[in-house]
């Protein structure tokens, strides 16, 4: 089992930036997947970035919406996952959860909310 916890989220005008943080309870090197997702009101829960590690190499995956915005990074040794979000804007608002996939185990966090003010 691992414990995902997320934090960082808050309150930041469009345009602004924010740094999520997951932080597990556990090492993270043997998690295939680690990513963030994202669940706006009404909207469905969708993936904003993932890093895969396959036999050392990282591969990342962005939604459309945020490439060239937000930043996925790993820091293995402190077991936790960073989103750095830049330019935000009002339609990034939403809970950000965390996400770790590795074989058939999938775990969440609790999620932190990003509100973007226009």
């Known amino acids: 089992q691992v414990q995902l916890v997320e934090s960082g989220g808050g309150l930041v005008q469009a345009g602004g930036s924010l740094r999520l943080s997951c932080t597990a309870s556990?090492?993270?090197?043997?998690?295939?997947?680690m990513g963030w997702y994202r669940q706006a009101p009404g909207n469905e829960r969708e993936l904003v970035a993932a890093?895969?590690?396959?036999?050392?190499?990282?591969?990342?995956n962005y939604a459309d919406s945020v490439k060239g915005r937000f930043t996925i990074s790993r820091d293995n040794p402190k077991n936790t996952v960073y989103l750095q979000m830049n330019s935000l804007k009002p339609e990034d608002t939403a809970v950000y959860y965390c996400?770790?996939?590795?074989?058939?185990?999938?775990?969440w966090g609790q999620g932190t909310q990003v509100t973007v003010s226009s």
């Open positions: 996400n770790g996939r590795t074989g058939a185990y999938d775990y």
């Open positions: 556990r090492s993270i090197v043997s998690i295939n997947t």
């Open positions: 890093d895969t590690r396959r036999f050392g190499t990282s591969y990342l």
